[in-house]
């Protein structure tokens, strides 16, 4: 039987799809979850675990059998800022991170390998500057956050793990995140950029999300940061334009930004204002082949003519 991978935070967009990925070829699956219940329906194949990232240290009949710990879990950052907001974002991530790096450290037989979730966002806003693996982090909040939680995750090296950090842009999928959530208003023609629409808008299909994950799995050689975003850089404007291309729908209007900074406070500067013009370098030179490197055709290939965009999401599980 071929090595298990425990997937922390396996009920969001990302976590589902890589369990969906794994089990189809038969490679054992432990989930760790809030809640089991809610979880059976979307992780049928996986092993189900109880564990709030925030309360204590995850149990470690979880990593029997395991090779891989895939650590996705954080607080969704969508919905309106407030310090306790920020604070849960925080705990969920860094806190988490660090008992579970604690409990792997301790095992008598630990896992090689550990993949965590990053952020595009540790680069704070960056206008028209060109981003790599190599650039320093920002300033910003979400990008101390990311900071943070990448230095957690690199404890696990201390131990004599491989460990691969995924400073992921927004993931395109058809089943949740941010696209689907822009769907209504673009298929109603109301759908526009966000503020200038000059912010470079890093992104990576869902498909190659996952493609990635697994190829890190599968090569030993793969350590470190990864830019988990496609080779196309793209501004808001430009994002704009092909999402109503494909949908043949105008795209003539400004998303209002007094309404959105009502509505989500801190996150439309920090986020969806931020220019990021990352650039997945390192990623490229592990020899990873995007399947899915150009918007046009990304989305095409998520929208297209399906119509099937109302199915029930996954949870989401968004990095900074």
Sequence with gaps: MPAGVAIVGATGLVGTSLAASLARDGIPVSALV????????????????????????????????????????????????????????RDSRVVGTRALVDTLRGLAHRPRLLISASGIHYYGNRGDQIVTESTEGGSSFFAQLARDWEGEALKAAEAGMRVVLLRSGVVLSRQGGMLRKILPPFRAGVGGRIGTGKQWMPWIHIEDHVGLIRHAIAHESVAGALNM???????????????????????????????????????????????????????????YSFRHPLLRDALGDLLGDRRDDVAPAPSATSAP
């Design 34 to 89: 809030r809640d089991t219940v809610h979880a059976a329906e979307r992780l049928p194949h996986a092993t189900l675990f109880a564990w709030d990232a925030t309360h204590g240290p995850p149990p470690e009949a979880a990593f029997t059998g395991v090779d891989t710990v895939v650590n996705l879990s954080g607080e969704p950052i969508d919905g309106r800022w407030n310090e306790k907001r920020k604070k849960r974002m």
């Design 229 to 287: 975003v496609a080779p196309e850089p793209v501004t808001n404007a430009e994002f704009t334009r092909a999402v109503g291309e494909v949908l043949g729908r105008p795209t003539v209007l400004k998303a209002p930004l007094f309404a959105l900074r009502m509505m989500f406070g801190a996150l439309v500067d920090e986020v969806m204002l931020a220019s990021v013009r990352a650039m997945p370098v390192r990623t490229l030179e592990t020899g």
